[in-house]
């Protein structure tokens, strides 16, 4: 999951969340916008794009 995919689903939330910086190693910016939301996203609100992605065979370049 990718920044630009956490945004996408439209978290909402105030559920303070315990991440470091190192949780989410292949997109620097994923961290960061997690904890400015402050919510969860689950592989259910990705489902479009996991399944894109399984259908490539790979995952789409992320949106640096």
Request: proline share 11%; aromatic share 4%; net charge negative.
């Amino acid at each position: 999951m990718s920044a630009a995919d956490y945004l996408a689903a439209s978290p909402h939330g105030a559920s303070p969340l315990h991440l470091q910086e190192t949780d989410a190693p292949w997109d620097a910016r994923l961290v960061p916008t997690m904890l400015a939301h402050s919510a969860p996203a689950y592989e259910e609100d990705l489902l479009p794009a996991l399944v894109g992605d399984i259908a490539m065979g790979a995952p789409r370049a992320s949106e640096s």
